[in-house]
T-cell receptor
Framework: GESVGLHLPTLSVQEGDNSIINCAYS??????FIWYKQESGKGPQFIIDIRSNMDKRQGQRVTVLLNKTVKHLSLQIAATQPGDSAVYFC?????????????FGDGTTLTVKP | DAGVIQSPRHEVTEMGQEVTLRCKPISGHNSLFWYRQTMMRGLELLIYFNNNVPIDDSGMPEDRFSAKMPNASFSTLKIQPSEPRDSAVYFC???????????FGEGSWLTVV
């Protein structure tokens, strides 16, 4: 029978390699973007954010790139470790409209092979 | 610092029973959110409050669902009567102000049989 439900993109990488997770957003008015990591059995956890006046922001082992022209966001994880295995969500928000609520993508499942 | 605290962590209940999920947001946060997560629909916003006032409840599935925030440190999500299709993980989250980073609790795993 036909499968139903979300078909989450998946990414499988070797331990030590770099990972790139992509996200397309839809609202051109969005001006604040956040990446979350959700491990099995837990709630989403904040990783890194970026505002629309920037195109790159770096954290510890993670870098977020923002391309407003094509409405694309990416999360780069350097030297991926088994503990990075999780589902990663991007979220967009518009502070100016005071919508107050983040719109979440469907998520990407990252599997790190030892 | 304590994060968002939810209870119960797990609940199994029979169809038709009332379910109450509880949430304590991070102290000082002015916005509180209730999300539902399922394999079918992903992460859905049900309702959010700002300064204890419901701002947007357009995600609440139907009248069986209700949410309250009587004070800045407590909120409830109630389902009455519960149905098997309500089985999901319900997350409470809070943020300092609308549009700021949202911090999630560990979730309440609900199974309705």
């Amino acid at each position: 029978g036909e499968s139903v439900g979300l078909h989450l993109p998946t990414l499988s990488v070797q331990e030590g390699d770099n990972s790139i997770i992509n996200c397309a957003y839809s609202n051109s008015a969005s001006d604040y973007f956040i990446w979350y990591k959700q491990e099995s059995g837990k709630g989403p956890q904040f990783i890194i954010d970026i505002r629309s006046n920037m195109d790159k922001r770096q954290g510890q082992r993670v870098t977020v790139l923002l391309n407003k022209t094509v409405k694309h966001l990416s999360l780069q994880i350097a030297a991926t470790q088994p503990g990075d295995s999780a589902v990663y969500f991007c979220a967009e928000n518009s502070i100016n409209t005071n919508a107050g609520k983040s719109t979440f993508g469907d998520g990407t499942t990252l599997t790190v092979k030892p | 610092d304590a994060g968002v605290i939810q209870s119960p962590r797990h609940e199994v209940t029979e169809m038709g029973q009332e379910v109450t999920l509880r949430c304590k947001p991070i102290s000082g946060h002015n916005s509180l959110f209730w999300y539902r997560q399922t394999m079918m629909r992903g992460l859905e916003l049900l309702i959010y409050f700002n300064n204890n006032v419901p701002i947007d409840d357009s995600g609440m599935p139907e009248d069986r669902f209700s949410a309250k925030m009587p004070n800045a440190s407590f909120s409830t999500l109630k389902i009455q009567p519960s149905e098997p299709r309500d089985s999901a993980v319900y997350f409470c989250a809070s943020s300092l102000f609308p549009g700021n980073t949202i911090y999630f609790g560990e979730g309440s795993w609900l199974t309705v049989v």
